[in-house]
Each structure stands twice: as C-alpha cells, then as structure tokens.
C-alpha cells in the first residue's frame, strides 16, 4: 500500500515539469527585469528606483529653495518604504541624478562631494545633502491632485505612484540606459528647448514626419558638450527607426605660446569618458611610440575641462593629430541610440522621435484631464460648503437657537433647511468670529469667483481643443523657463563635419618616421634594415639567392610593387620584417599568383605617374593614386593576353620617350603619344619583327637623353643629335648610336 500522502494535504509532495517549471520562472524574472528595472517609461523618463527616490524627498518636503537633507535619510525612506533593494544601489542612483556632468537636467540638487568627471566617487551617504530641483518639481507637479494613479508599495503600508505627472520631457531630455533580459534602452540626452519646440509642432500637426521634428531636434545635446559629426541623413534615419549612432568628439582649439609654436587644448570632453582614464591612455600610447606626432600630454583643469597635448614640433598640423587622436582613444566616442522604453508602464517598444513626443504629450493630456477633474471636485465641494455658510447666515438667530436648544441640531438643521450632509456638518464647524457681516461678503466673493471657474473649468473638460490649447501653454512655459538665453537651456554640443582625412597622412602620422633600406632577393624574400645602407654587399642571402632591388623608404611610406601578372600590390613599410634574418617570402604579405615575379619595386609618391610596358611592346601611363590598393589582392593595372607579360615599370616624367627593342633599334617619340589609363592593354610603343622590348626611359627633351654603360659612365645626346631616332609610337626605329650599352639598357 503506498503511504504517499495526496499532494493536496499538508506534507504532501507535488511533480511539476523541470523545463516547465524553469520557463515560468525564468520568464517572471525576465518580465521583473524590463519592467521593474532597466527599461524607462515613455511617459516620465525614469525607472521604478528614481520615481521612487523622488517621491521619497517630496514626501520629506525637500522642494527647490528649502533646507537640505542628509542623503541617508532619502536613501532610508526610500529603500525602508518603496525599494526593497540594497542601499548602496539607492545610493549610486540618487548620486547620478545630481551630477550636472551626468544629467543634462539634474534632478537632485546635491550639498557635498558627488563624484566628479575624473571617475572619482561620491561621498559616503552620511556625508552628502541633498533636495529637489526645479526639474524634478515639474516632474512631481500635480501628483497630490490625482493626476496618476497610486499602487501599494511592496509591505502594504505606503502607496507609491505607478509614474510621475511629468510636465517635463524628461526621457528624451535626461536619456536613460540600462540592459535587461534579452533587450536594452540607450537614449542620449538632447536639449529641452528644441524637444518643446518639436512638441508644439506635433501639437499641431499631429502626423509630422520624423524629417519635420529633426528640423528642431538636430540631434543629441549632452551636458559634457563635444561635436556631433557625422551626415544629417544618419540622424534623421535614427530617430525615425529608433535605432542609431552618433559620433561625438571632444572640443579642442590651439593656442600659440611664442615663437611660432602652439598647443592644443581640450576643454570638453565626450560624454561619459573619465578624463583621468582618457589622459592615462593617451600617455600609454605615447610611450609606446603610436602617436609619433605627439610630445606630451598634461592636465590643467580645475573645474573646467583643461587638457594640454603638445605637439612634437611647430611644422605638426594640428587636425592631422587630432585626427590620429580621435581614432586611438576616446577623445571621439560613438554613442548609440536605441528608444526600447516602456508604453503604458507595461509594454516594451521601440519608439522613433514622434512616438516618443506623442506619448509624453498624451500623458499630459491625461494629467490635465484628471487634475482639471480633481479641481472640478474640488470647487463643487466648496462652493457646497459656501451655500450651507449662506444658509446660516440669511438665518443667524434661528441657526443659533437649534445649534443651542436642540440636542440633535444637525439633523434639526437639515430638516429645517433642505441641506444636506456636508453643509449641515460646516455650519455646525463655523467659528464664532466667522459670524460677522464681512464674513458674508467674502463668502459671497469667493462663490461668485469659484462658479466662474466652474464653468471655465467645465469648458475644458468638454472641449478636447481647450486642452491641447492649454498643454501648448504649458511646453510653451516651459520652453521659456528653458530656452536656448539660459544657462540651463544653452545648447551645448554643437555640429560640425568630420574632417576627410588622407589615409597615407594617418598611417604617417601613427609611425615612428625612421629612414630604412628596403631589400629584396631574387626569390623574393623582403626585409628592411635600419637606414639609409649605401653599401650592400656584405648582405647575406639564402643560398643559391641573391640581390634583386634595394630602395631607400621611410617607415612611413607605401610601397608599390609591380609583378610580371600586371599586378600593383601596396606594402606598408612599417610592416615589413627587420632584423637581422634573411626577412620573409613576399607571398606571405599580398597575394602574388603562381609563377608571376617581382618586375620593380617603389616608394608611392602622390599625383606621381608610371609608364608601364608588357614583353609585347605595349604600354601606356598611369597615375600613382590609382595604383594603390587596400587588400593583398592588388590591383590589376596592365591586362595581358595570349602569354604576355609585365616587363617595365619606370617613372613618367618628361616629355619624350625612348625604348629600345632586343634588335637594338632606338625610337624617340613624344609622350602624348602614350595614352593616360587607370587600367588597360595599352598602345603599341614600337614595331618588331622578331623578340620585343628591352628598355624604356621618359625624359626631357631640353636635357637630352642619358645613358650609363657598365663603367658607371653617363652619356648625353641632345635634340639634335637624336634627330634621326625620333619619329612616331609604333614605327621601328634606327640602330642605336655608338657608345650605347651592349645589353640594350638605359642604365647599366
């Protein structure tokens, strides 16, 4: 017999789904998490923990203008009545809410150290002081008037209201961020006026597009300042989706310290950087040679931001190191967008601009519905009161006789008089030095001037026009109390395009600039050396190697180098291997296809050109700015068929142009001749009977053409001694003149 016990009975035992079981619980702590502590509601701005710590200090009576209060006391309420959570959390979250350079409008008005941009901390609790703000008493306004509604608090014993009146765009004008499960909020903070601007706009044209609104909400405003670069379509795409980036940089300007030098200072930083941390690794790469353009940094701020970057040297252009700054540290940040916020307290969604905007203005519809209600109430209450006053007054003496012969004179009253409840129990509560003749007066004053309101504020509780008519006066209100003449309502990041830099500018201007000799073997091994080595022949090589071609670079240089596939591969010479080894196979940095070999090898020089020639005697000219490529598989310059081959890779400057066959015949012919081509077969440069080219020069004409033979001597024929070898591109050409090399070469 099983002595199990039902489950339904005390001690008994239940068999529930593992999975099952983790599902359900695994979601109510999802659901706990968005709702109850990462995410904000559309219609305040604020999760549960600041609405919580505001309520708490107005409660406490810590309105704008009166004494402070020890922050372990709004800490103690908070955490002992509304949040049952750890008080140093409390804590952290009241200390955000003061910082001015954390909340574009601070929220709490703090006594005391509350941390500073450094990354320093806040004082203990016991330390600090702290009230309200003016912003934060927007926010609350109204909420004793039923303007939202009220919820127990977690013991039973207290009420807490599920969100603030919020006469104060404070989502969108503060931000918010947190993580939850599954899903995050970023919203950065923007600047109040516009947001009241763009509600007004809305008020009025209540399906403007996101386009529209951005004409007042040009983009973030933080309270750290900085520039916004980047392109306004970007921006616009953001607050239409909900989902964006920014690009934020620092503020920064020179200043001359004589004798033609200068420095930079810094004076606003991005949002949410600690400048200690930023300035540790700023050094950090200047100690390890990433920033060749720099000499020195130092920090000379007091309460504004003051960081000095000195420059290596006055020739330094100052954009060319801010702009190699801006792509090492945090001096530019990116700073994301992602409006996922609560609708109504319970949904998550993710809002563009106008959604935002919309929901906040119809919650204040809604505010203003109920506290317009609640006054309502509370006239018609009154002037209920005033008519039992009138009452008594048109029958002094006979009110007087019940209050004082009757012994139930409330009941006698409302028999006798036809009032009821309420104004018979506000008779019998008059004080005696209200009964005089200019207590009547008064009374009839304020009935008049209540049944007036009345029916104002009848009028708008039946006219939907009215009250957005007076929401408009309220953005409008506080769009003067915040406008752009305030310090508070000042824009302070303003825009700017970034500036384009040149790409081998950059490169330069993060490398160490050091003279180096670049090596490479006939099996095409490469390798630098420290220098510029003039003598290479104690050079050692893998065996049965030898010397190809040797240059002179810097380390700040782009390489080019052409291979007989008519390729042109870019190196950079920072990367190439040093040392004292034998250096690595070029394979091994770009993409070489099999069997094709290195024809020559040189430095990138801007708005330079090379001629370029295949085996099959055709050639053409190309800039060097359309030769560089930035993946390893190059760029195909010559297009070659049927065989052919890359031969020649010579510079291009001059007028005139000789090449030279196999058969040793010379032909002059000018340049123009020679089309100028980003990529291509090219034109024929001579004609051949058997073999083809051997060697090609441009030269001008007015120096004459030069040669060298194998004795290191230099030969020169001017115009008219080359008279019988010029002619046109494509002809055959005249046995060359006496005394030219015997191995067809311009250069022995």
Known sequence: MDDTPPPDEPGGTRIVDLRTALEERYLQYALSTITQRALPDVRDGLKPVHRRILHAMRILRLEPGQGYKKSARVVGDVIGKYHPHGEQSVYDALVRLAQDFAARYPLADGQGNFGNIDGDGAAAMRYTETRLTDVAARLLEGLGEDAVDFRTTYDGEEEEPVVLPANFPNLLANGSSGIAVG?????????????????????????????????????????????????????????????GAFRLRGRWSTEEIGRGTYQIVVTEIPYQVQKSRLIEKIADLLLAKKLPLLKDVRDESAEDVRVILEPKSRAVDPDLLMESLFRLTELETRVSLNMN????????????????????????????????????????????????????????????????????????????????????????NMRLRALRKLEEIEIRTE?????????????????TRRQWGTIAGQVRDLAD??????????????????????????????????????????????????GHVADLGALTFKTDDRL????????????????????????????????????????????????????????????????????????????????????????????????????????ASGDHVAIIGNNRKLLVFTADQLPNMARGKGVRMQKYKDGGPSDVKMFAMAEGLSWSDSSGRTFVRSKDELADWIGERAQ???QAPTGFPRNNRFRG
């Open 183 to 243: 899903m995050a909020t970023s919203i950065p903070p923007h600047n109040v006026a516009e947001l009241c601007e763009a509600a007004l706009f809305l008020i009025n044209n209540p399906k403007a597009t996101t386009r529209e609104l951005t004409g007042f909400v040009k983009g973030p405003d933080f309270p750290t300042g900085g520039i916004l670069v980047g392109p306004p379509e970007a921006t616009i795409e953001a607050y239409e989706t909900g989902r």
């Open 341 to 428: 916020v609560l609708d109504m307290g319970t949904v998550p969604k993710v809002m563009s601009l106008g959604d935002v905007l919309s929901a906040w203005l119809e919650h204040r519809k809604v505010v203003l519905v109920r506290r317009t209600a609640y006054r309502r109430d509370r006239i018609e209450h009154r002037l209920e009161v005033l008519g039992g006053y009138l009452v008594a007054f048109l029958n002094l003496d006979e009110v007087i006789a019940i209050i004082r012969y009757e012994d139930e004179p409330k009941a006698v009253l409302m028999t006798r008089f036809s009032i009821n409840d309420v104004q018979a129990e506000a008779i019998l």
């Open 447 to 463: 009935h008049d001037t209540l049944t007036a309101e009345m029916g104002r504020v009848d009028a708008l509780l039946g006219s």
């Open 481 to 530: 109390a915040y406008g752009p003449k305030t310090d508070a309502g000042r824009r302070r990041t303003s825009f700017s395009q970034a500036r384009v830099a040149n790409p081998a500018d950059l490169h330069s201007a993060l490398v160490e600039r050091e003279p180096v000799t670049v090596v490479l073997s006939q099996k095409g091994w490469i390798r630098t050396l420290k």
């Open 548 to 651: 190809k071609l040797a240059l002179f670079a810097q380390t700040t240089d782009k390489l080019l180098m052409a291979t007989t596939s008519g390729k042109v591969f870019t190196l950079q010479t920072d990367r190439l291997p040093g040392g004292r080894g034998n250096g690595e196979p070029v394979r091994l940095l770009v993409d070489m296809e099999e069997g094709s070999d290195v024809i020559d090898m040189f430095v990138f020089v801007p708005d330079a050109k090379r001629l370029f020639l295949s085996d099959a005697g055709n050639g053409f000219i190309a800039g060097e700015n359309e030769l560089v490529a930035n993946t390893r598989k190059g760029r195909q310059v010559l297009n070659l068929k049927g065989g052919a081959e890359a031969m020649l890779s010579v510079t």
């Open 732 to 734: 055959a050409g005249r």
